[in-house]
């Protein structure tokens, strides 16, 4: 068991991914929070537990109670209602989260990820509490979001902006660009937002839609994950000088470089590319 226990911690915390991370917190609290629930249920036919986390894990869509409970919209995007939901979830942010850090390096995933839960959790509860159709409805009260998805469609809508016609083959349907299969899921949303799950969807297009201006603000050269990060970071109190002549370091690819490349990649394909282009994404890629 320590060995398998050791082998998490290196795939989360030492692979370098920041998606062997993301996947493991969110299947690590789906467990411990659902083993103790199925234990409660079978020796004593009770549900404290999901009563527990329904009121203070869950994002609630009534404005008066989030002022209360100011964390779930963080806490939200690491839940899941089930089994299949966190497999299906994580399985879409393993695939795509693969192509982001592969194009776009290491150092953007957790960022993506927390501002697509965050952006879907606004428009939730915006949406909820504005538009007619929910306010008449009095849903709001009773209303909670749960789930990793906003996150995974940021990563997803992300990947798709910045290579759109990236190539992936699915089970009995054959090879398929990313713009198409992600327009697909967006479609789907979009007409589930007066269904049952709602709120859900709703979250689904929030996610969406930050990961799609997030990669044109890129593209522009406003990396706001990189601003925000270094609005964090401390100073160095130390400056150090190259002794390089140029001023470039030697093995490191500037961002200049690595920007032409994905912009390359996103009008011509990434086999448009030359080996010298690939090499340069391959270094910034495993320094990300």
């Keep these: 068991m320590s060995t398998l226990w050791k082998d998490i911690q290196l795939k989360m ?13 969110n299947i690590i609290v789906f467990l411990l929070i ?7 249920t079978l020796f ?16 609630p869509a009534s404005l008066h109670k989030l002022l ?3 964390w779930t919209p963080l806490t939200y995007m690491f839940m899941h209602a089930g089994i299949f939901h966190i497999l ?7 695939w795509f989260g693969q192509i982001f850090e592969d194009f776009l390096g290491k150092k953007r995933t ?3 990820y927390l501002m697509g839960g965050f952006a879907g959790a606004f428009l939730f509860v915006f949406c909820y509490n504005v538009l007619p159709f929910y306010t008449q409805l009095h ?41 198409w299969l992600v327009l697909f899921f967006i479609v789907i949303d979009f007409l589930g937002v007066t269904s049952a799950n709602a709120g859900g969807e709703l979250s689904h297009l929030g996610g969406a839609l930050i990961g799609f201006i997030y990669i044109k603000q890129l593209q522009k050269g406003n990396d706001w994950i990189a601003g925000i990060t270094k609005m964090f970071k401390p100073r160095p109190k130390l400056r150090v000088v190259s002794s390089n002549p140029s001023g470039r370091s ?32 391959f270094r910034a890629s495993n320094e990300g």
């Design 250 to 281: 030697s093995g490191a690819p500037r961002q200049e470089e690595i920007d032409l490349i994905l912009d390359k990649i996103s009008r011509s394909g990434y086999d448009s590319l030359s080996k010298q282009e690939k090499d340069i994404l």
């Design 110 to 112: 957790v960022g993506l």
């Design 88 to 94: 299906f979830n994580m399985l879409w942010l393993y």
């Design 139 to 179: 849903v709001a009260d009773n209303s909670t979001l749960v789930g990793a998805s906003a996150g995974v469609m940021a990563v997803m809508v992300a990947t798709a902006t910045q290579l759109p016609d990236y190539t992936i083959s699915l089970m009995f349907i054959g090879p398929v660009k990313l713009k």
């Design 44 to 59: 004593f036919n009770s549900h404290n537990l999901d009563r527990l986390t329904t009121e203070y894990l869950l994002l």
């Design 34 to 40: 659902n083993v103790p629930s199925i234990f409660e």
């Design 13 to 25: 915390l030492h692979s370098g991914s920041k998606l062997n991370l993301l996947i493991g917190i």
């Design 68 to 70: 209360t409970h100011f």
